[in-house]
C-alpha cells in the first residue's frame, strides 16, 4: 500500500512577516494615538466645561453684588426720621431722591397688610391696591430680615419685575415694608457686559426656575419655567454642568451657579454641536495622518520585502551545493548586509566542514588507539578488582565476628564469612534466602523479618549499634547475639546493601546472669549482717547508757559524801573525783547520743567538759573568761576516755591554781588536727604561771601524775611553759 505524501503547509514569506512587523509597531502607535486623542478630546471638554462654568460663578457674583447694593440703599433709607412720624409725603419724596440713582425702578412702602402707602410709579396722594407678594410682606413683618422675591409682575405696572425687600423698624418693630422693584431688563444689562460668545447665551433664573431675564429671546422666554431637566439638576447641585434640550428645543450644555444670598441661579448654554465643532474636526485630522502613514509603512515594508527576499534565494543553491559536499569557493556580493554576512559563513562553513573531515579521519584513528588502551586498562582493572575482592575476602574469613551483606531490594545475601555459618549454622543450605531461625522480643513474642536490625538498615536506613537479639537455631538451641548494621548508599542516595555485623554473646550472658546471682545473694548477706549489727548497736547504745547512768550515780554520791564531810582536804578530793567520773560519764553520754557508737565529736566534748567545769566551780570561775578554738576532730573511745581526763584535770588546775589574788583571768583551750593527722590539744591560761625550778613531772599531786600517765596511754607528747601564765600542750594520734 503506497503511502501518500501529506502536502506541506504554506510558511509565510518575508513579506508577510515585514507587514506584520509594521503591524505590530504600528498598532500600539494607534492604541497609543487613540489615547491621546481621546485624553485630549476629555481635556478640551471639560476647558469647555470649566470655562462655561466659571462664567456662571461670575454672572452669579455680579447679580448678588447687584442686589447687595440695591438692598443697602434701602437699609440706609429705612433709618430715615419720616419712618419714626409716620410722615407720607416726606417718605414719597426720600423715594424719589433714592431713585435719581435707579432709573427704571420704582419703591413701594406697605404696611403689614400689604396695603401699600407710597408707590413712586404713581404721584403722591393716588389710591393704590395691595401688593401681589403677600407672602414676601408677611415674611418681613414675621422675621424682620430683607428678602430678595422670585419673578412677579407688578400690581400697578402690570410689568415682570422682582423685589428687594426689607424691613422698616420704628420703636423697636417693624413698621414698614421698604421694596424695590427692578425690572427685569435691568438685570439683562449684567449679562450683556459679560460679552459672551456669540453662540453662548446666558440666563437668570429665580429660585423657583422661571426665567427672570435672558441674552436670547428674552421677551419670548421671560417668566417663562425653565426646562425641567435644568430643574433637576440646579435642585441637586449648587452648581455644575448638564446636557440638556433648551427652551428653543435644542441640545446644548447648561452650566448653572446657584446664589446662597438670593437662592437664584445664572445658567450658561452653549449649543452641543457648537462645543464639539472643533474637536470632531481636530479628531479627523489625527485619524486621517495616522492611516497615512500606516499605509505608506506597509508599502515601504513591501519593498523592502522584494529586496530581503531576492537575497536570501540566492543562498538557497551554495546551501544545497555545500548539503552535498560540494566546496564553495565564492559567491556574489548581495545588497542586504545580512544575506552578505550569511554567505560569507556559508564560504566559511564550506572551508571548515572540509577542514573538519581531515580532523575526522585523524580522530578515528585515535580514537581507534584509545579504545585499544581502554580494552587493556580495563583487563587490568579486572584483575585488580578481583584481587581486591580475594582481599576482601579474606579479611571476613578472618574476622572474630560474624559478617552478612544482603541486597536490599531482593534481600538475598551477597556475602557472608565462615564466622557467620558458625554462629547461625543455617546459612550454607539456602545462601540466598533469609536463614531459618526464629528470633525473640524480650516479652517472648517473636521477632517478624521487618524488624530485624538489618531489614530495618536496609528499610529505613536506620544505623543499628549492638542491639541484643534472642535467635532459636534450628537444632533448638536458644543463642544471644549482639548485631549492628548499616544501610549502604549509591551516589543517589538509594539503600542498595545493607550491612551486618553479629556476635554470639550467650556465654557472656550466662557470666551476667551468674554475676548478677551472685550480686544479688551478696546483697541478702549484707543486709542480714546489716540487721544484726543494728541489733548491736542498740545493745550497745544501752550499755554506755547504763555506764554514764552508774557514773552519773558515783559522782553524786561522792559529791554526797564531800557535801558530808568537815574536812575542807577530804572535800576537795572528792570534788576532784567528781570531775573526773563526770568527765568519763560525758563521753558515754555523747556516745549514747551519736549515731556512731565507735567515735564521738571531741570538739562537741570539749564544750560540754569544760561548761560544765566553769558551772561547777561556780563564784571562782565565774571571773575567769573561757576562749576556744575547736576544730571538729572525732575520736575513738580508747582514746576519748583518757584525752578527756587530761583536759579535765588541765582545766581545773588553772581554775584553782592560775588566779590567786586575781580578779579576772582567761583560759584558753585549743584543738586543732595537723596535716600529718596528729592532734594537739591545749591548755593555757594568762594566770600566775609555773615556778621557775618546778617540774611537772616530779610534781606529787595525783591531778599531775594522772596527766602524765593517761599521755602515756595515748603514747602523746606533752609540752608545759609556765614564762607568761600556763601553757600544756598534748600531741598525739587520733587513729
Known amino acids: 500500500m503506497e503511502s501518500i505524501a501529506r502536502p506541506k503547509r504554506r510558511r509565510p514569506t518575508i513579506h508577510s512577516h ?53 438692598q443697602a440703599a434701602l437699609q440706609t433709607l429705612s433709618t430715615s426720621p419720616v419712618f419714626d412720624s409716620g410722615d407720607s409725603a416726606g417718605m414719597h419724596n426720600q423715594v424719589l431722591e433714592l431713585l435719581n440713582f435707579y432709573p427704571q425702578a420704582d419703591i413701594i412702602v406697605a404696611d403689614a397688610s400689604g396695603q401699600q402707602l407710597v408707590n413712586s410709579y404713581k404721584p403722591f396722594g393716588t389710591p393704590l391696591p395691595k401688593r401681589n407678594i403677600p407672602e414676601t410682606v408677611r415674611r418681613i413683618f414675621q422675621y424682620g430680615k430683607p428678602i430678595v422675591s422670585d419673578l412677579y409682575f407688578g400690581a400697578v405696572t402690570k410689568r415682570p419685575l422682582i423685589a428687594i425687600d426689607v424691613p422698616v423698624f420704628v420703636n423697636g418693630q417693624v413698621a414698614y415694608d421698604l421694596s424695590m422693584t427692578l425690572p427685569f431688563n435691568r438685570l439683562a444689562s449684567i449679562l450683556s457686559q459679560q460679552r459672551l460668545p456669540p453662540e453662548w447665551f446666558g440666563t437668570i433664573l429665580d429660585s423657583k426656575g422661571v426665567v427672570v431675564t435672558r441674552t436670547r429671546d428674552p421677551k419670548l422666554y421671560v417668566g417663562k419655567m425653565v426646562a425641567s431637566d435644568t430643574r433637576r439638576a440646579i435642585a441637586g447641585s449648587a452648581e455644575g454642568i448638564v446636557e440638556v434640550t433648551s427652551l428653543e428645543g435644542i441640545r446644548v450644555f447648561d452650566a448653572f451657579s446657584r446664589s446662597k444670598t438670593s437662592n437664584w441661579t445664572v445658567v450658561i448654554g452653549i449649543p452641543t454641536s457648537v462645543a464639539m465643532k472643533s474637536m470632531y474636526s481636530w479628531l479627523g485630522w489625527a485619524i486621517g495622518c495616522a492611516t497615512i502613514l500606516s499605509l505608506a509603512g506597509i508599502a515601504l515594508a513591501m519593498r523592502i520585502g522584494n529586496s530581503i527576499a531576492h537575497s536570501i534565494q540566492s543562498l538557497v543553491f551554495p546551501a544545497t551545493a555545500m548539503g552535498s559536499g560540494i566546496t564553495i569557493a565564492a559567491l556574489p556580493p548581495h545588497s542586504v548586509r545580512e544575506t552578505e554576512c550569511v554567505a560569507e559563513a556559508l564560504l566559511q562553513t564550506s572551508r571548515l566542514l572540509e577542514k573538519r573531515a581531515a580532523e575526522r579521519n585523524l580522530a578515528e584513528a585515535a580514537l581507534k588507539d584509545l579504545n585499544e588502551t581502554l580494552e587493556n586498562r580495563v583487563v587490568e582493572r579486572t584483575a585488580a578488582l578481583s584481587a581486591s575482592e580475594s582481599t576482601l575476602r579474606a579479611i571476613l574469613t578472618q574476622m572474630p565476628s560474624g559478617v552478612t551483606v544482603r541486597d536490599a531490594r531482593t534481600g538475598t545475601i551477597i556475602l557472608s564469612n565462615s564466622r557467620s555459618l558458625e554462629i547461625l549454622g543455617d546459612l550454607v543450605e539456602v545462601p540466598d534466602q533469609f536463614p531459618r531461625y526464629r528470633g525473640f522480643h524480650p516479652d517472648g513474642s517473636p521477632i517478624r523479618t521487618e524488624e530485624w536490625p538489618l531489614s530495618r538498615s536496609m528499610t529505613n536506613g536506620e544505623i543499628v549499634k549492638q542491639e541484643e537479639v534472642e535467635c532459636e537455631q534450628v537444632n533448638g538451641t536458644r543463642i544471644t547475639l549482639s548485631i549492628s548494621s548499616v544501610p549502604i548508599r549509591d551516589r543517589n542516595g538509594e539503600i542498595t546493601m545493607g550491612v551486618a555485623i553479629f556476635d554470639d554473646i550467650t556465654k557472656r550472658k550466662r557470666a551476667e546472669e551468674a554475676l548478677k546471682k551472685a550480686h544479688d545473694d551478696l546483697a541478702k548477706l549484707v543486709e542480714q549482717r546489716t540487721s544484726e549489727l543494728r541489733e548491736k548497736e542498740v545493745m550497745l547504745k544501752e550499755i554506755h547508757h547504763r555506764v554514764k547512768n552508774n557514773l552519773q550515780v558515783i559522782s553524786s554520791l561522792v559529791g554526797l559524801q564531800a557535801d558530808g564531810s568537815s574536812d575542807e582536804t577530804v572535800r576537795e578530793v572528792l570534788r576532784d573525783v567528781t570531775y573526773r567520773v563526770r568527765s568519763m560519764a560525758l563521753v558515754h553520754e555523747k556516745l549514747y547520743q551519736s549515731n556512731d557508737l565507735a567515735h564521738i565529736d571531741f570538739a562537741e566534748y570539749t564544750r560540754g567538759l569544760l561548761s560544765y567545769l566553769w558551772r561547777a566551780h561556780g563564784a571562782v570561775a565565774a571571773t575567769v573568761r573561757l ?60 594566770g600566775v604561771g609555773l615556778p621557775a625550778e618546778f617540774d611537772w613531772r616530779e610534781a606529787s599531786s595525783l591531778g599531775l601524775r594522772l596527766v602524765q600517765m593517761l599521755s602515756g596511754q595515748l603514747d602523746a607528747s606533752v609540752e608545759a611553759s609556765g614564762e607568761e601564765g600556763t601553757r600544756f600542750e598534748i600531741v598525739f594520734s587520733g587513729l
Open 18 to 70: 515585514l507587514i506584520r512587523l509594521v503591524l505590530a509597531c504600528v498598532i500600539p502607535v494607534w492604541l497609543i494615538a487613540g489615547f491621546l486623542v481621546y485624553h485630549a478630546y476629555s481635556s478640551k471638554r471639560a476647558v469647555i466645561k470649566e470655562h462655561m462654568l466659571e462664567t456662571a460663578r461670575a454672572l452669579t457674583m455680579s447679580v448678588d453684588r447687584e442686589l447687595a447694593i440695591a
Open 627 to 686: 576562749t576556744l578554738d575547736l576544730k571538729p576532730v572525732s575520736l575513738p573511745v580508747d582514746t576519748a576516755v583518757p584525752c578527756g581526763l587530761i583536759l579535765n584535770e588541765l582545766a581545773g588546775n588553772a581554775l584553782k591554781h592560775a588566779f590567786h589574788g586575781r580578779s579576772d583571768g582567761e583560759v584558753i583551750v585549743s584543738l586543732q588536727n595537723s596535716a600529718d593527722g596528729r592532734i594537739h590539744l591545749s591548755v593555757a591560761d594568762n
